[in-house]
């Protein structure tokens, strides 16, 4: 098992969501899940960024919309999480109140700026973003066909939960990427 490996920036970024939306998935630890999309989200940022993509929405793009002199502090309630499992010289005695659903959020937009990116969609990014879509679907705006679609079959998604989601859903994606 000592071999080496080379590993792209967007390998690295395809191999974390992959992961952290497996543990999604199978209900695991929030925390992983969340240390993995937050590493991955900061690298197609950087990637972007590089390459001269247009802002992330969460950590960039939303800046533009807070009131002068609050910048920090928005910037700094968004990175509360991803510090705080990664760092401990200031804060070792403190706690967080965590909360898991920005995880959901970076994973979402993560994906969509890998595809941009990479040009490549993984199974398990439309997977995650299928079960994001019909959970969250008022938050989109759909064309009207497009949203009498998802509203059919919202339902029967949130009945499946995650786990059931993940073992019917990913099959099918699977077979018809190869066909």
């Known amino acids: 098992m000592n071999k080496k490996l080379t590993i792209s920036k967007l390998d690295a970024v395809k191999r974390q969501l992959e992961t952290a939306i497996c543990l999604y998935f199978s209900n695991g ?3 992983s899940i969340h240390t993995l999309t937050a590493a991955a989200y900061n690298i197609v940022r950087d990637v972007n960024k590089r390459r001269g993509g247009p802002p992330l929405l969460i950590k960039q793009e939303i800046l533009n ?6 910048e920090k502090e928005v910037r700094d309630k968004i990175n509360a999480a991803e510090n705080f499992f ?3 010289e200031r804060d070792h005695e403190q ?3 965590f909360e898991p659903d920005l995880s959901e959020m970076l994973i979402l937009e993560a994906c969509s700026v890998y595809y941009k990116l990479s040009g490549e969609f993984p ?7 299928g079960w994001y879509i019909a959970n969250h679907q008022s938050m989109f705006n759909f064309p009207e066909d497009q949203q009498q679609i998802i509203s059919k079959t919202k339902q ?3 009945q499946l939960g995650r786990e059931g989601y993940l073992n ?3 099959p099918l994606l699977l077979m018809k990427l190869n066909t």
């Open 168 to 170: 019917t859903i990913l």
């Open 65 to 70: 919309y807070v009131k002068e002199g609050y």
């Open 95 to 97: 706690t967080l109140d």
């Open 156 to 158: 029967d998604v949130l």
């Open 86 to 88: 990664k760092h401990a």
């Open 123 to 129: 199974p398990l990014f439309k997977l995650f973003q």
């Open 29 to 31: 630890d929030p925390v």
